[in-house]
């Protein structure tokens, strides 16, 4: 994996959507502009502290929907989509990261190392390259492009 930077697109969205997401007191964690099957979809993915309902991505849709409309940023037909950016999000940018510090996360590899294809740990430090874990008492730095994904993680277990 590579951390993702934002592409002009994303970049044009962000700058329409933060104010609407500034006035409703949400947070952005990303903007995926993304080609499927034959349609392009434009997600928009907010965050608050206290968790996103289905009223809170409406709320952030509407507005949104109509700004999109009047300014007309993106020539292509497309559909847009807002979510809640989850409980256990992925970390793509470096801004996720920065955010995630110190923070419990799941990393899955894509090739078992020493037995192991996953670990979960507080994420101590990150790089363009590397991310370092605690996993009990040892650091383990472990290579991005040995790493299929990172995850913030949640124990569910009741």
Do not use: M, Q, W
């Given at each position: 994996m590579k951390i993702k930077k934002n592409g002009s697109t994303e970049l044009k969205i962000f700058e329409i959507a933060q104010p609407i997401a500034d006035e409703l007191g949400y947070t952005i964690w990303d903007i995926v502009y993304v080609k499927e099957g034959a349609c392009w979809y434009l997600r928009v993915f907010i965050d608050k502290e206290e968790g996103i309902t289905i009223d809170d991505c409406e709320a952030m849709t509407r507005p949104l929907s109509d700004k999109l409309?009047?300014?007309?940023?993106?020539?292509?037909?497309?559909?847009?989509?807002?979510?809640?950016?989850?409980?256990?999000?992925?970390?793509?940018?470096?801004?996720?990261?920065?955010?995630?510090?110190?923070?419990?996360?799941?990393?899955?590899?894509?090739?078992?190392?020493?037995?192991?294809?996953?670990?979960?740990?507080?994420?101590k430090a990150f790089d363009k390259?590397?991310?370092?874990?605690?996993?009990?008492?040892?650091?383990?730095?472990?290579?991005?492009?040995?790493?299929?994904?990172?995850?913030?993680?949640?124990?569910?277990d009741f």
């Open positions: 409309d009047e300014i007309d940023p993106i020539p292509d037909s497309y559909c847009l989509e807002v979510g809640s950016a989850g409980l256990e999000r992925e970390l793509v940018r470096e801004k996720h990261f920065e955010a995630s510090i110190g923070k419990t996360v799941r990393l899955h590899l894509i090739i078992a190392k020493d037995g192991n294809k996953e670990y979960i740990g507080e994420l390259n590397s991310v370092t874990l605690l996993t009990g008492e040892e650091e383990k730095e472990v290579l991005l492009s040995d790493t299929a994904y990172i995850k913030l993680y949640e124990d569910f």
